[in-house]
């Protein structure tokens, strides 16, 4: 007989992360957080002007939004930052009582999303369809394409072939190795060009100026009155609801791509702890940024929470130590990197004819529908609203002409069977009380239900409509084969609807 024995070095070993045991694996999520915090920079600064805040405000979002999200964030390697949806909720604030209101309403914002988080409302998002999930993927893709035109409009005509070039790296490097990021490769080579041959154009430098120090904890310049509460409550849970639907439907994104699980409930906690840190430090408040999350998983291959935790640090060091280098890097380097993003994020298998063709059409205007609001409205929380109302429709359309009933006689003619097939709902039971031959029908009429089942008063009201008729006339009904809920939603309601 032998035993084995575990040593304390290798009971450690199995505590450990994997990237800490994978000399691989921490490579990648190194290098793909050295990715994402250089693609960070000019967005967080961009994302800053459009709420009327200073960069550093932008910045210090982003820094506290990933490295807290990394901890207590429900999905791994999805990276959370100062967003646009969030800056155009609460610009308007920032524009009419200043910094200290936002701080205070990003603060409330999240502790809003924790109570959402805690309430479940993560269980919603099981009522998302696919067609809207593709529709939500194909806009998102757009948008983050849509982001770079103004990159390219009104600039020298160098910056056209640096752009080219940085898909062309992005393209074929990775054919001679996978070691190192394509987009880290592309924005280094660049940057070196555009630096020793002295070339003009855009830099992050021209964004705004980067913050030279780490950010420091504070409460909000604000009133603590009821009347600030006021002022600040409709656009903190704005941002909450807006923040929780792009997190959740990009956590549900990055599930799909990795084929794995995460908590959708920690997440919506988790984004809002992450955000009450975010305005404590002076931060503008954030969520899941999608283009970024898909540049750490989908480019890069990240799959932990260290490349989460890694984008937001190296954020401020690139920022603060090498303030210099980082402003000199073009901005057409990292428009490239963002246009292979789109188009990798895109679903080109769900617009391909050969799809559309097997695609029932309710589905395909589900996804156009998606697609066209969050386009026009630069809202993807809206655009999956409208989306799953409209599949919703759809789908009681489609169901709706589901329930068949089919009569047949006994041979003596004293009796008349009915049999409905399908589902009673509000939409198919309106027809329901047409389809019976009340002034024909024999003496006894039998409603077999046996295939069908009662989902809610509209059908009750609707059965009892059919006996009343029958009543009228002197005629007995008799309605057989009800399932368990189906008979306990009828025997509830039946004779008390009259009226409504």
Known sequence: MSF?????????????????????????????????????????????????????????????????????????????????????????????????????????????????????????????????????????AILIFLAQVPEMRDVPWPVYPLIVAGLALMVFFPKITTVIPAPLVSIVILTVITVAAGIAVPTVGDKGALPSSLPVPGLPDVPFTLSTLITVAPYAFAMALVGLMESLMTAKLVDDITDTHSSKTRESIGQGIANIVTGFFGGMGGCAMIGQTMINVKVSGARTRLSTFLAGVFLMVLCIAFGSVVSGIPMAALVAVMVMVSFATFDWHSIAPKTLKRMPAGEIAVMAVTVVCVVATDNLAIGVVVGSVTAMVVFARRVAHLAEVTAVTDPDGSTVVYSVTGELFFASSNDLVAQFAYATDPGKVIIDLSAAHVWDASSVAALDAIETKYAQRGKTVEIIGLNSPSADLHGKLTGELAGH
């Open 4 to 140: 084995s024995v575990v040593t304390p070095a290798a009971r450690l070993r199995g505590l450990r992360p994997d990237w800490l045991n994978n000399p691989r694996i921490w490579r990648t999520e190194v290098l793909a957080g050295l990715v994402v915090a250089l693609a960070l920079i000019p967005e967080a600064i961009s994302f800053s002007i459009i709420a009327g805040v200073d960069p550093a405000v932008g910045l210090f979002a982003s820094f506290t939004m990933a490295v807290v999200i990394s901890v207590v964030g429900g999905r791994r390697a999805m990276i959370s930052a100062a967003t646009g949806a969030v800056a155009l909720v609460i610009a308007p604030l920032n524009r009419e009582h200043g910094l200290g209101y936002l701080i205070a309403a990003v603060i409330l914002g999240g502790v809003i999303q924790i109570t959402l988080g805690a309430l479940g409302v993560a269980k919603l998002m099981r009522f998302v369809p696919r067609s809207v999930m593709v529709g939500f993927v194909n806009a998102l």
